[in-house]
């Protein structure tokens, strides 16, 4: 097993950590064993499996709102593909330009490779004749950690 599964006080899955982190947690007191592997101890503790959280920790934050904007996040969204031509994406496009006032946001970026950025410019994709192959859109947190 790669991890140890940490659940919140209500049994809702949180995280999971390494084995050395859960150990700490065990000798900080935050967490109890609700699972551990038969017959293996680490020092007085039983090798854990599942801990468990001695206080609620509120997950509302992490649902709130969406995740931050990145060139990173861009990328991953688009799945480095060009949103001009469908070749190999290693930059992002603003659709209006930051030089007019276009911000960085999930709305106004798309991945695009360097050829397709540079013909584009400083103009917007119908200035520049170039047609979209998909439209941005926000994503969600766990589609960004899925993809």
Known sequence: MSGVLVLNTD??????????????MLVREVAVVEE???NH???PYPWPLVLRLVR????AFMYARGPGWTKRGVLRRDRRTCAYCGGFAETVD???PQSRGGPN???????????????????????AGMALRFRPYAPSRAELARL
Do not use: F, M, Q
């Not at 609620?56 to 997950?59: G, H, L, P, S």
């Open 56 to 59: 609620y920790v509120k997950t």
């Open 36 to 38: 551990a592997r038969e």
């Open 105 to 127: 946001t999930w709305l106004n970026t798309v991945a695009a490779c360097g050829a397709c950025n540079a013909l584009k410019a400083d103009r917007t994709p119908g200035e």
């Open 41 to 43: 101890l680490i020092g």
């Open 11 to 24: 049994n809702t899955a949180l995280h999971t950590v390494s084995v050395k982190h859960a150990i700490g």
């Open 94 to 96: 603003h659709l209006v």
